[in-house]
């Protein structure tokens, strides 16, 4: 089948969960591909699950650029009509706020927006934030949307899991914003939950970890010590980027969020779907911080359609799939 040419994105952060799915749903839509990784001076890289998916020989190039030097990302948004952000280093279970990691974040995240602007071929830039950015405040309110925002000093107070990532995540995205306005620069803003599922990297994500802790115990409850987990399968997130970047009328800020579970309900839905795993059921209350339902009326509005909305199973069948395939249970 012949697919139609795109044109030319740049995707930041190819090698990792998000950056490595969408150039592969990128490459399947018809566009040509640039994407970044940061070289290490005393390793090599193997980045075969990227070089070798179909199309890359024609249609992927790939740049060493580093965050900590914003200015490396020229080269690789050049001549590219829109570039998905997606990358951002930061240790998700930091406990205290990094002041100069933040910054340095902040910093780069600009750097890069000004080469978008720079480029005079950018049309729109698409930048990966998170829910963490958006329900973290003391408003009380019962649903969340995308005029919410995460407050510092509440989330400061809070101490939830995620505290650094979080005030990160909120920053940088209203850092981002605010640039773009400023600079006339079309940026859309996807504000994804947490995100599991099958992947192509060689190593089992982050949060698909923690997802599969449940299972196999192997880390400390992540989602035990959060409790409400909204949820969404990396397709979705994916094909909701590419979606908006496309969409002509996609403006401002997009909850990408499929369903919602506790760390008591996911706990009894696994112990029945994987008896051979005997995982213990999960008791207790959800005292404590209250986290507000989110909604996605906005991203359906556009025309969106979740593929799996609500499926847990999809994403955890996916994931086990991988890691057995990968040796890695």
Not at 282 to 288: K, L, P, R, W, Y
Request: net charge negative; charged share 25%; with cysteine.
């Amino acid at each position: 089948m012949e697919i139609k040419e795109m044109g030319r994105v740049c995707v930041t952060g190819g090698t990792g969960f998000v950056g490595s799915w969408l150039i592969m749903r990128l490459l399947q839509r018809g566009y040509s591909v640039n994407t970044t990784l940061r070289s290490h001076p005393d390793r090599k890289r193997d980045i075969k699950y990227l070089t070798e998916l179909e199309g890359t020989s024609e249609r992927l190039q790939i740049f060493n650029a580093d965050m900590n030097k914003p200015q490396s990302f020229t080269a690789a948004i050049e001549g590219c009509v829109g570039v998905f952000h997606v990358s951002q280093p930061m240790d998700f279970e930091k406990e205290e706020v990094d002041e100069i990691k933040v910054k340095s974040v902040i910093t780069a995240t600009l750097g890069i927006l000004q080469a978008c602007v720079d480029s005079k071929t950018v049309k729109r830039v698409v930048y990966t934030s998170s829910v963490a950015a958006v329900i973290f405040n003391d408003k009380g309110l019962d649903i969340v949307d995308e005029s919410s925002w995460s407050d510092v000093d509440f989330i400061k107070f809070a101490k939830p899991f995620m505290l650094c990532y979080s005030t990160c995540k909120t920053l940088t995205e209203k850092a981002a914003i605010e640039f773009a306005a400023k600079n006339r620069l079309h940026l859309v803003s996807v504000a994804a939950s947490w995100i599991h599922g099958p992947f192509i990297t060689p190593h089992c994500p982050f949060t698909v970890q923690i997802f599969l802790d449940v299972i196999f115990r192997n880390g400390e409850g992540v989602l035990e010590q959060q409790k409400y987990i909204p949820f969404v399968h990396v397709d979705d997130v994916v094909n909701a980027h590419i979606f908006l970047f496309e969409h002509s009328n996609a403006n401002g800020r997009y909850i990408c969020s499929s369903g919602e579970t506790t760390i008591f309900e996911l706990s009894k839905f696994l112990s029945a779907r994987y008896p051979q795993y005997e995982i213990p059921i999960i008791e207790g209350s959800m005292e404590g911080l209250k986290y507000p339902k989110l909604s996605v009326k906005k991203l359906l509005d556009t025309g969106f359609e979740f593929k799996y909305y609500g499926q847990l199973e999809e994403m955890y069948d996916g994931a086990i799939e991988c890691c057995k395939i990968r040796g890695l249970l």
